[in-house]
């Protein structure tokens, strides 16, 4: 038996018993130098409290019992009690169980408190408080009923990380959440080489925030990147949860803030109880072009389902550049008698021919002549002449004396000082009226016989099958979840 170190501690007994009941059941638990095999202790050596010398290398000097199916236990006491309870035990298959007498893996903690604190205090950075490696399933699995399946901090590097060459690196489920980060600058990070984080689920993802911005997606590549990308029966479903100033969806920058493709339907729709779609630009408010070339096509197609609504209001000028058809025009004014509570209306002159009309009054001299003198680009823009003359305050006789040349024409009556109203129209034969003249009658295609200002379907319900149609939008019924509370 080898001589106790002079260092042991005062109080205790030189050397004591790991067992004193079971024979052979004891071997050397520490060594302050190791053996060989051959100069190890004897199986009998007791276990000194200060350190055992001669323990071998080979295993041969053990603690633990020899007898078939017996665990190890360890025991203490708790302060202020005599009684030993049970700590730790490895079971007769090498399973160790803390707080359990039964473990149900290699290594099993329970407890109400914290089961693993792992700390370290190096500053390289290669160092891990934590190092977990599996070779094909999970190499680190966390799991709650109630709270956090993991809750990992680092005050200077990295919290958590996490290599999987085949499976996943971190898979995590819990009653409540499965991760919870916390950060002052990312709380989550994920960098993958195809998909930096992948969520499934009834609700994929959920994203809140309390100051600035809920979920942010970034994209590096400015030639053909996606920072937000959304795929389903639904792609992307935004939900403001205030009304007046709040957007439910925002977006700005780039060439296009919002730009949609659809290959049935429409690009873009937009349902509201005030405007369905608002545009607003320096340049053009709404834009809309047909880029089918043959067939009948719309830019821009309005219409409203009110007998006293309007299908387009525009305050402003307009501008058509191409052939105004209308089944009816006026001009619509405050009464000049009672501009507070009348309207007053007017309908256009129709005709058809591209008719100009120039009108005025001329008195003529003493000689019974008067020359009328037209704008300089009257033959430029007309032809085809016709006179109206009305002799005013007096019975005379007028007439044309010489037609329309130089961009004026001559009159004549009776006797001098006569007032004459006249009236000259002319049809347009400038570059773009010759190229677009008005066809007074043609057929009527298909599309025109099912419109709803058709006479076939005159009295019928106001409908165009001109119309664009579509399904009506689809709102999702989701319920936002509840956010979860963070410890």
């Known amino acids: 038996m080898p001589t106790p ?27 302050t130098a190791a053996a060989s095999p051959a100069d190890a202790a004897a199986g009998t050596t007791s276990w000194v409290l200060g350190g055992n010398t001669g323990v071998s ?12 199916g017996a665990p190890l236990v360890f025991k203490t006491c708790a302060t202020g009690s005599t009684t030993p309870l049970e700590r730790m035990r490895i079971t007769p298959s090498g399973s160790v169980g803390i707080g359990t007498a039964a473990p149900s893996a290699q290594l099993q903690i329970t407890t109400t408190s914290t ?61 409540t959440g499965g991760i919870a980060a916390e950060s002052p600058n990312y709380a989550f990070i994920g960098n993958g080489q195809t998909i930096g984080g992948y969520f499934a689920g009834p609700i994929g993802s959920f994203s809140t925030s309390g100051s600035d911005v809920a979920a942010w997606g970034v994209n590096t590549n400015d030639d053909s990147g996606t920072g937000v990308r959304g795929s389903g029966r639904i792609g992307v479903h935004a939900k403001a949860s205030l009304t007046g100033v709040a957007q439910a969806l925002l ?9 949609g493709i659809s290959g049935t339907t429409a690009g873009v729709r937009g349902d509201s109880e005030y ?50 058809s209308k089944n009816a025009g006026s001009f619509r004014i405050d009464h000049p008698l009672d501009p507070d509570n ?34 300089d680009y009257f ?17 005379a006789q007028v007439a044309v004396s010489r037609e329309i040349g130089d961009n004026s024409f001559d009159i004549r009556t009776d006797r001098g000082g006569v007032k004459v109203s006249w009236q000259v129209t002319g049809i347009r034969h400038d570059a773009y009226a010759e190229a677009h003249p008005i066809v007074v009658e043609e057929d009527k295609s ?12 005159r009295g019928s319900a106001p409908s165009d099958l001109r119309a664009p149609t579509g399904p009506d939008a689809e709102i999702p019924e989701t319920k936002m979840p509840t956010a979860p509370t963070l410890p």
């Open 5 to 31: 170190p002079p260092t042991a501690p005062t109080g205790l007994p030189r050397r004591a018993l790991f067992t004193t009941a079971v024979a052979g059941a004891v071997g050397v638990v520490a060594a």
């Open 57 to 68: 290398t080979d295993g041969s000097n053990f603690i633990g019992p020899r007898n078939t």
């Open 115 to 175: 089961a693993i604190k792992a700390i370290t205090t190096s500053s390289a950075a290669s160092s891990r408080a934590v190092a977990a490696s599996a070779k094909a399933g999970t190499a680190l699995f966390g799991r709650s009923t109630s709270g956090l399946g993991a809750d990992i901090s680092s005050t200077s590097g990295t919290g958590l990380k996490a290599t999987s060459t085949e499976f996943y690196a971190i898979t995590a489920s819990g009653a």
């Open 251 to 259: 977006a700005e920058g780039g060439q296009y803030a919002v730009y």
């Open 275 to 324: 405007v369905g779609l608002w545009g607003q630009g320096k340049s053009w408010g709404v834009y809309g072009i047909a880029n089918a070339t043959s067939g009948q096509n719309y830019g821009v197609y309005a219409t409203t389902s009110s007998p006293d609504g309007y299908a387009m209001f525009a305050q402003g000028r307009v501008h058509v550049n191409g052939t105004l």
């Open 342 to 375: 009348k309207w007053l209306s007017h309908s256009f002159v129709e005709s058809p021919d591209m008719m100009n009309v120039y009108n005025g009054t001329i008195v003529t001299d003493q000689a019974g002549t008067a020359t009328v003198d037209l704008p």
């Open 379 to 395: 033959e430029a823009l007309n032809r085809d002449f016709r006179y109206q003359l009305t002799v005013i305050g007096d019975f």
């Open 446 to 457: 298909d599309a025109d016989k099912d419109a709803a200002g058709s006479n076939a379907r």
